[in-house]
């Protein structure tokens, strides 16, 4: 009787290559280490740049059969391997997002940002409830590898070790385990979610001098403890390092607005050295930098 032995890395390469749209890479080729770039740990066996779902679940099927194990890296996030024969799978490829207005969901792909969520959302006058975001990590698929409201879920696109393709709604027994990001029935490549109304948000932004830091500081965190649910504020140095900006979000009534700046000011005692603000959307928040998903999850 003939039997085949172990599956090599140079075997495993070409049977991947023939099987996907995307590309293959191997430690041995030149491209490795920037198609590996944003992983940490073990250096993985293979890195695989899928061009869509059909080609992650390929690569489980395949992986499986010959005893890997599979990663995928969230584009822009560090993804730690911890294990030998691992094949990496990279998703920046997958950065899609796909929204249905009148039914108010959005399906997101493993590869979109949350600023694409939100940007694409922006023109219905709709919008995502979020919250802060989280990652892969561990190599278990899981949930929290979106930033999302939980709550807000309707279905899971789930690939499985042996490459089927399975939608996960709220009357599968899987649902809530992935939605809680527990063990999972296989990776998780996209989820369909509903969206909400675009709430009224008015932000503000004001820059102080970096001599007058201590004041700031103080008088912002005996500020910032005291403000109601629908207020959100953070502070960092800013970009050239002389100054301290503080960002200020209030989602729903307007009327108290001017109250909540002029609390601000008083508790710091100095005055900016340049103020701007004004109403806006989750997704300028977002394209600012300020906490899309705080501000979001206030509403």
């Known amino acids: 009787m003939i039997t085949a032995g172990p599956l090599s890395t140079a075997d495993l390469a070409a049977t991947v290559r023939a099987s996907i749209h995307g590309d293959v890479v191997t430690p041995d080729e030149p ?115 979106f930033a999302f409201a939980a709550d807000r879920i309707r279905s899971f696109d789930v690939v499985t070790a042996t490459g089927d393709h399975r939608r996960v709604g709220r009357d599968d027994p899987d649902f809530y385990s992935l939605r809680q990001g527990r063990t999972a029935p296989g990776l998780v490549v996209g989820l369909t979610l509903d969206l909400v109304p675009q709430p009224s948000l008015t932000v503000a932004e004001l820059t102080f001098a970096a001599g007058d830091a201590a004041s700031v500081l103080a008088g912002w965190q005996r500020w910032a403890v005291r403000l109601p649910r629908t207020v959100v504020t953070g502070i960092a140095v800013g970009a050239g390092g002389d100054t301290l900006v503080v960002r200020v979000g209030q989602v729903g009534r307007t009327d108290r607005w001017a109250a909540v700046l002029a ?37």
Do not use: H
């Open 31 to 145: 491209g490795f280490a920037a198609a590996a770039f944003g992983s940490t740990g073990v250096a993985p066996e293979l890195v695989v740049v899928a061009a869509g779902a059909a080609d992650v679940a390929r690569v489980a099927a395949l992986a499986g059969r010959s005893g890997r194990r599979v990663l995928a890296q969230i584009a822009g996030r560090p993804t730690e391997v911890r294990a030998a024969r691992t094949v990496l799978v990279v998703t920046r490829l997958l950065a899609r997002v796909r929204l249905d207005s009148a039914a108010r969901t959005a399906t997101i792909c493993i590869g979109a940002s949350w600023r694409q969520v939100l940007d694409a959302a922006e023109p219905f006058g709709l919008t995502a409830l979020s919250a802060a975001a989280d990652t892969y990590g561990s190599g278990r698929p899981r949930a929290a590898g």
């Open 263 to 299: 609390s601000l000011t008083a508790a710091i005692g100095v005055a900016p050295v340049r103020a701007t603000g004004g109403p806006a959307t989750t997704a300028q928040v977002a394209r600012g930098g300020a906490t899309a998903d705080r501000l979001a999850l206030a509403a």
